[in-house]
């Protein structure tokens, strides 16, 4: 039974390119989470997916960054034109259908893809 | 979201129990408690969680105040592989994972 599956786990892009951040959610979780850590930050919540829709995008940078999580695959976690300032721990999140309001808050974290920007 | 007010840093022998406390004295009635911690360049890991009564799983156990403003995660028997920051994170349904400073805990041999 796997866990959250990201890949890469580094990925090193220069100035100005695009980086493509992938999480595979665990079997049967439907809820995607993407936040972002920068280097010796706390965890900064991004976006969360369900299958097909954006429910919260409030922490996205409203430029440059999208997420999409399609009926088949992973979630994608795009970056365009990627400059020094987007350098971090790029970590995914699932979890399940809700079952219940007591669990809905229980995510299993992916072990994250730390982008470098040179 | 309740705010919360968490030490910076705490450390702990191993072997021994590690609790670690946590203010939210503005929670609100549908907000539970919830606890993740991060070990060093992990992803977080859900530790456990409760509203009003007392939990306890494999991992922990969480004590809440019978006024609900503040709450102690209790790690029974420390590890050094227990070393990491400890989030304390009041949230009700469908409202996402807000993460603070958290805490520091260091188990030192």
């Known amino acids: 039974n796997a866990g959250v599956m990201q890949n890469p786990r580094h990925l090193v892009r220069r100035r100005g390119q695009e980086a493509r951040l992938r999480c595979s959610p665990m079997k049967g979780h439907s809820h995607v989470y993407w936040y972002r850590q920068l280097p010796e930050e706390g965890l900064k919540f991004m976006v969360y997916?369900?299958?097909?829709?954006?429910?919260?995008e409030s922490g996205m940078p409203k430029e440059r960054f999208s997420a999409e999580f399609p009926k088949e695959g992973p979630s994608i976690l795009r970056i365009q034109q990627v400059v020094r300032g987007d350098s971090a721990a790029y970590f995914c999140?699932?979890?399940?259908?809700?079952?219940?309001?007591?669990?809905?808050?229980?995510?299993?974290f992916g072990a994250g893809s730390r982008l470098t920007v040179l | 979201d309740a705010k919360t007010t968490q030490p910076p840093s705490m450390d702990c022998a191993e072997g021994r129990a590690a609790n670690l406390p946590c203010n939210h004295s503005t929670i609100s009635g549908n907000e539970y408690v919830y606890w993740y911690r991060q070990i060093h360049s992990q992803g977080p890991q859900y530790i456990i969680h409760?509203?009003?009564n007392n939990e306890t799983n494999e991992m922990a156990s969480l004590i809440i105040t019978e006024d609900r403003k503040s709450s102690t995660l209790i790690l029974p028997h420390a590890t050094l592989r227990d070393t990491a920051v400890y989030y304390c994170i009041p949230i009700s349904y469908g409202n996402k994972l807000v993460f603070g400073a958290g805490t520091i805990l260091r188990v030192k041999s």
């Open positions: 997916l369900q299958k097909e829709n954006i429910i919260d």
């Open positions: 409760g509203l009003k």
């Open positions: 999140a699932s979890s399940p259908p809700v079952r219940g309001i007591s669990g809905a808050n229980v995510l299993t």
